[in-house]
């Protein structure tokens, strides 16, 4: 399945209301890239949201499989897609064609939210704006690598790959490095040491010079010859060392298999491009509550203040508040986002923050609270350029927070067999919901040693916190590692409250006590 390549401009009265949410956007300061719309009908939005919203990726059967669910879930009433805008300069925005005109009001104000995050938003500072043309590219080489080596192999080396796109290190494009040599400093002063004693002036392994008897302990000193021996100890050790790697434990496992795993130069290629894509969506899933909130929060006061005819505010309030209802499985970004956004607001409005606030005890006093600062749509802009999900929960998720929206934490409970409230207290609401936001929920795990017992095999580490790996998941895993490492493949992990390695030789997978 290819997506479409043409699309419909915008019908005259469409593009007079994005020209007039334009100017209304950015009167309020929204600040974005150029912001280019286009027209869709389902199947065609379908197809772009199962590439990711882009008009052109590589094949593969996922964004098929993708395709078809989102067109049935949408012909059988379940769901459905307004919008969808790329982080691009220019960013692209498709609208749904069967869209109401209340509908498309709504959405192009919330995409211009959007460019403005993907704009200013510290955690997108990295990513690649041109990536419409370089997934352009991507497809191409791809495309290729079929055309070269056949369509089989290609996709089945895409589907290991695609099962590692998570590991990662998003926080990598923000740390500057300088190149470093693997060896350790002592190591390095090892062996200089041992550079400067010429093994040409000795007779043997031992640095001991040929000498008459009598002259021996002249010509060869014990105690030079005892520091010799160290010398050559600790180069021996330092080269014991140099055969284990990285020197450090190594969290984007993609780039280390990148340059130590034995890759055909199509399958190295490909790996590149899935780990490219992967750093290009990383910001997304960082704030996804962030990104959603801010958007709505700006489509929400654009349209009420600006965006609606008399006849359109039952169709607005309608369609508003199903994109904001909480549901009872899972958390919903857009509520969570825009509710804690306008908290922030009204707390830097009113002077609700600072030591004196904290220290406030009196229910009354701080019902009454107002000093009339102001401050909040600065403060609110100032969070948008600087945080991410987990620093944004972190920092100005409150207990009355918590206890005005009704706020809880949950848990499985294993006699009933549901998942039933925990608690209501704020702690421990706030700690599942940092939890949940780590790492996007997934593990974390790190290449320790590339050359593990000195026989080419790859061990990772488990970094656990308390959740134990999915074994389906992380045997599926280790299968998909050891096709592209080409050796067996460990992970060591916590099972049962006991450390535990998992292996795979290429043919049976094996668990043992570490």
């Keep these: 399945m290819m997506p479409v390549t043409t699309h419909r401009a915008l019908p005259p009265e469409i593009r007079d209301i994005q020209l007039q949410m334009e100017e209304v956007a950015r009167s309020y300061g929204l600040d974005f890239f150029e912001t280019i ?76 939210g959007h460019c403005d995050f993907f704009k200013n938003n510290a955690w997108f500072s990295k990513t690649n704006r041109k990536m419409l043309d370089q997934m352009a590219n991507h497809a191409a080489r791809v495309s290729r690598y079929i055309d070269r080596v056949g369509y089989e192999p290609v996709e089945r080396f895409i589907d290991a790959c ?103 130069d199509w399958q190295h290629d490909i790996l590149a491009i899935i780990r490219d894509e992967a750093y290009y969506f990383a910001p997304q899933g960082q704030t996804k509550i962030m990104n959603e909130g801010w958007a709505s929060y700006w489509h929400s006061t654009i349209m009420t203040r600006h965006g609606l005819t008399d006849s359109e505010v039952v169709d607005y309030a309608d369609h508003h508040s199903g994109t904001m209802a909480m549901s009872p499985q899972r958390l919903n970004p857009y509520k969570v986002g825009i509710e804690l956004f306008r908290d922030i607001e009204e707390r830097w409005n009113k002077g609700r923050f600072g030591a004196e606030w904290e220290e406030c005890e009196s229910d009354d006093a701080r019902n009454a609270w107002d000093l009339q600062l102001g401050l909040g749509r600065e403060k609110i802009f100032e969070v948008r350029r600087i945080h991410n999900d987990l620093t944004f929960i972190d920092a100005f998720l409150t207990e009355d927070f918590c206890r005005k929206h009704r706020m809880f934490s949950f848990a499985y409970n294993e006699s009933s067999g549901n998942y039933e409230v925990a608690s209501r207290e704020f702690r421990a609401i706030k700690k599942q919901l940092l939890t949940s936001l780590t790492n996007h929920g997934r593990p974390f795990i790190y290449v320790k040693d590339g050359n593990y017992s000195n026989r080419g095999e790859l061990y990772l580490q488990h970094d656990y916190q308390g959740v134990e790996l999915k074994r389906d998941y992380a045997n599926a895993t280790l299968t998909n590692l050891q096709m592209i490492w080409g050796r067996p493949v460990h992970i060591a992990t916590v099972i049962d409250d006991k450390p535990t390695v998992i292996s795979y030789d290429g043919h049976t997978h094996d668990t043992r006590s570490a």
């Design 162 to 264: 695609l099962s590692l796109e998570n590991l990662i290190d998003p926080h990598s494009p923000f740390i500057k490095r300088t190149e470093q040599d693997d060896r350790s400093e002592e190591s390095k002063r090892a062996e200089d040491r041992a550079e400067q004693l010429d093994p040409r002036r000795s007779s043997g392994a031992t640095g001991r010079f040929s000498s008459k008897d009598y002259m021996d302990p002249y010509i060869n000193p014990p105690d030079v010859l005892e520091r010799e021996r160290k010398v050559r100890e600790d180069l021996d050790h330092a080269r014991a060392a140099a055969r284990s790697f990285p020197e450090k434990p190594q969290r984007d496992v993609l780039l280390f298999l990148l340059e130590y795993a034995p890759l055909r």
């Design 37 to 112: 719309f286009e027209m869709l009908d389902y199947e065609e939005l379908s197809m772009f949201a199962a590439y990711g919203g882009f008009p052109l990726r590589y094949s593969h059967w996922r964004f098929g499989a993708e395709y078809d669910e989102l067109l049935k879930s949408y012909s059988y009433g379940l769901s459905k897609i307004y919008e969808m805008v790329i982080n691009t300069d220019p960013c692209y925005a498709y609208l749904l064609s069967a869209n109401a005109i209340t509908d498309q009001k709504l959405v192009i104000a919330h995409v211009y």
